[in-house]
């Protein structure tokens, strides 16, 4: 059974840095994309940043130039850094992975960024 964890948020200042981790156990087979998205109170879930194999990563307007996604694929982890955090950024983040047939998601760990 495939599982992924996340780890890494909190309570930060806005300005601040937190960097998200997202652990994956379980068999699977060609993952294709890893991504991360988030969905703060009141409001949808939205893409923070996909990261297909056949490209760059795409991230959101509103997190250019201050999150980078990156993954270390022998450790079978996904990373989240943000920094220059603001207050708009606080939600509850959820690390995805998907190949040709399943999509999986994290339980979340939320964030949050105080003014």
């Known amino acids: 059974q495939v599982q992924l964890v996340e780890s890494g948020g909190g309570l930060v200042q806005a300005g601040g840095s937190l960097r998200l981790s997202c652990a994956i156990s379980?068999?699977?087979?060609?993952?294709?994309?890893v991504a991360w998205y988030r969905r703060a109170s009141g409001k949808e879930r939205e893409s923070v940043v996909i990261?297909?194999?056949?490209?760059?990563?795409t991230y959101a307007d509103s997190v250019k130039g201050r999150f980078t996604i990156s993954r270390d694929n022998a450790k079978r982890m996904v990373y989240l850094q943000m920094d220059n955090l603001k207050s708009e950024d606080t939600a509850v983040y959820y690390c995805?992975?998907?190949?040709?047939?399943?999509?999986?998601w994290g339980q979340g760990t939320q964030v949050t960024v105080s003014s």
């Open positions: 379980g068999r699977i087979l060609s993952i294709n994309t």
């Open positions: 995805m992975i998907r190949n040709d047939w399943t999509m999986y």
């Open positions: 990261y297909t194999n056949s490209g760059s990563p």
